[in-house]
Every structure is written in C-alpha cells, then in structure tokens.
C-alpha cells in the first residue's frame, strides 16, 4: 500500500473524516442499527427477549475478541490492512446477516462482526493517532473527535434508512440489512482512500522496554465504568420512551437528535479535550453524560426526553476520544495502539455488564428510570476514576498549543 503523509492541517482532517467510515461502520451500523432491527426479526423468527439478547452478547464477544487481537495483527500484518479487513468484513457480515434465519448462524455471523468491527475502530484510532503524531494536542484531539464521530453518522443514516424499508414488505428486516451492507461497503471504498494517505503506527522496537498498564490503569477503569453506563442508557431508553408513550415519529425524532449529536460530538469537544491534561477531559465529558443519563428518570416530559438524548448523543463518542487523548499522553507512541486496545477490553466488558445490570436492577425494582439511575451512578464513579490519571510533565501529545 502507497504510503504519502500529509502533516499540513487541511490534509490531516480529511484524513480523519476518511477514516471515520471505520467507525461508521463498526458501530452505527454493525451495532446500534440491530436496535432498529431487532422488533421484526424478533416478531418473525419467533425470538425470545433473552435470544435476542444473547445476540448482542455474543456481538461483545466478538468485540472483545477483535480488541485484544488488534496489536498483534497489526505487528504481523501492517494496522491499515487490518483495519480495511475489518471494515470490509464487517461489511459482509451485516449481508450475511440477511442471508439466514438460523438462531445458530446468526450466533456465529453476530460474533464475527463484533470481531472484525473491533479491529477497524481500534487500529483506525491508532492510525488517526498517528497521523496527528506532529500536531499540536488541539488539533489532535479534533481529528480523534472527527474520526470517532464517524459512528453518529451511522446512527444518523441507520435512522433514515431502516425505518423506512421496514415499511416494504413483511420481509423488510432483511432489506435493511442488505442495505446497511451497502453503506458500509461504499464507506469502506472511503476508508481506503484515507488510508493512502497515512502510514502505520511505529511498532514497538525489538528492544523496548515493556509499557506499563498502570500508567493509564485510571483512566482504563474509568472507560470501564462508562462501557458499563453507555450502553445500558442505548440498550433500554427506547422502551422507556415507548412505555411513556412515545409515537414512532417521536421515537425515531429522538433517535435522529442521538445521532445527530454525535457526528457533531468531536467539533464541539475537539478544542476542549485539547486544552486539559490526564483524565480530566474524559471526567468531565462523562459527568455531561451522567447528566443526560439520569434526565429521563426526573421527568416524563417529551422535551426534557430530547435534550437527554442530545446530552448521551453529544458525549457517549466523546469519552472514547477523551480516552484516546489520555492514552496518547501516558505512552510512548510505538505503544498508542496497545494502549488502546488494552483500554477497550476494559470498555468491552463494561458493556458486556451494563445491560445486565441495568435489566436486572429495573426487573426487581419493575422500572426502567430506577435502571438507567444506576447507570448513571457507574458513571460518577468512572469520573472520580478518571480523576485519579496522573497528569504527565511531559510526553507524546503533551504540546498545549491550541488549533
């Protein structure tokens, strides 16, 4: 693959915009589009609520698979291949998932696009990382905000395209996949544009000593508490809403405002992760996303239901860029990508555990705000984590220069 590195400022955006189809690909289509989903397929294959999810289950699986796979693939086989074999598997995963109605394939098919979605968004965080290695901590923060915003972009275009051609045929949930699959096939031709005009994130020399996982443990344990709280406001807001009420316009409203929010997300937050050292950006990102989270349980007002989701929406991506950041201060750089994909098994457990909990929490308490509280309250404690990440004198990224 041609390698051309651009380090003037314009170049290094489009690079970032290029790149988020990863992302684009690897959650707003691959995860958060079975939500939408997920009704028909459950009314027509005959699923219980526990099927369905142990679907989503074996999806974490998979993502944890991919994650701690990532720096070991990338080492072997060069991380911007990867990275493009995550997203065109992906790709081919979400078609696959039209191709069949057997609970056991979709196991398998559910797994793998866990598994190859995990690949792409992490080692296309590594590449992006490595793109603004020369740029000041502004700007980088800003392209990782770009890059990781390419997700609310796939929520965005899920939300136009799914509940449209369920309205088709009876048969519509398998269009929807057949049409997802092409969103990500075309982002992927995108992905491969941007990745022409980057290079591969240094590898760790022969030689190097080995990175020590309590350097950034803080702020790991942080975006375990936020997998946990995160995923559990997405898993189980969309029921509430319905329980109170909610129209299907209103739902899909709402649903627009998350994804909308979150393509804005890394515009808004890029200059200030920039300007704050540690852990400090990704605690205060996730108190706004604690704030969003408890919204819904002080009121059944529509529009207080709408700014919750404009606050989840606005923040949920933004932690992962905050994050990013940290890592990128606390490590070397031949170390960014497995410092990543150390924090993102962290990240793939939490949201293993977040909907269990939450379920578990609003089945004995027989209420869904009393669910989405706890939640909220995992991600305070995140916060008071994050807090605890030493803030570096000096190191990669540490320039304070702003865009």
């Known amino acids: 693959m041609t390698t051309t590195r651009r380090d ?22 691959a995860r958060f589009a079975y939500a939408l989903l ?12 526990s099927a369905a999810g142990t679907l989503n289950t074996t999806n974490a699986a998979g993502y944890l698979i991919g994650a701690l796979a990532a720096p070991t693939l990338a080492t072997r086989l060069g991380a911007r291949r990867c990275f493009l074999l995550g997203c065109a598997a992906t790709a081919l995963m979400l078609l696959a998932t039209a191709s069949t109605s057997s609970f056991a394939l979709l196991l398998v098919i559910r797994l793998l696009a866990g598994l190859f979605g995990a690949l792409s968004f992490v080692l296309g965080a590594g590449i992006v990382a490595e793109a603004s290695h020369r ?28 509940p449209a051609i369920l309205a088709v045929t009876d048969d519509s949930w398998r269009l929807g ?19 022409r005009r980057t290079s591969d994130p240094a590898p760790p020399a022969a030689d190097a000593e080995r990175w020590d996982r309590r350097s950034i443990a803080p702020v790991v344990a942080g975006y375990t508490c936020f997998g946990i709280g ?9 029921a509430l809403l319905t329980e109170r009420g909610f129209s299907t316009p209103q739902v899909a409203t709402f649903w627009a405002v998350v994804g909308v ?36 349980a002080w009121s059944t007002e529509p529009a207080l239901a709408y700014v919750s989701g404009a606050l989840v929406g606005g923040t949920f991506l933004t932690v992962v860029t ?62 008071v984590l994050a807090l605890a990440q030493p803030r570096p004198a000096t190191g990669p990224g540490a320039e304070r220069s702003t865009l």
């Open 8 to 29: 003037d400022g314009n170049g290094s955006i489009a690079v970032a915009v290029g790149m988020s189809a990863g992302p684009l690909i690897a959650l707003g289509l």
């Open 38 to 49: 997920l009704p028909p397929m459950r009314d027509q294959l005959a699923w219980s609520y």
């Open 135 to 162: 740029a000041s901590k502004g700007r980088a923060a800003l392209m990782l905000g770009i890059y990781f915003g390419g997700a609310g972009l796939g929520i965005v275009l899920a939300g136009l395209l799914v």
């Open 177 to 195: 996949w057949v049409a997802l699959a092409a969103v990500a096939a075309a982002a992927t031709v995108v992905a491969a544009w941007a990745c």
């Open 230 to 238: 995160y995923i559990a406001y997405l898993t189980f807001v969309i």
């Open 261 to 296: 929010a979150a393509a804005a997300s890394g515009l808004v937050w890029g200059r200030v992760l920039g300007r704050l050292p540690g852990g400090r950006g990704m605690a205060l990102v996730m108190g706004v996303l604690a704030l969003g989270t408890a919204m819904p």
């Open 322 to 383: 905050a994050m990013t950041v940290a890592v990128r201060e606390a490590l070397p750089q031949p170390h960014w990508t497995a410092g990543m994909a150390f924090a993102t098994v962290g990240f793939g457990l939490g949201q293993t555990v977040g909907p269990v909990l939450t379920g578990w929490v609003s089945d004995r308490l027989d209420s869904l705000t009393s669910g989405l509280l706890v939640s909220a309250a995992v991600l305070v404690l995140g916060i």
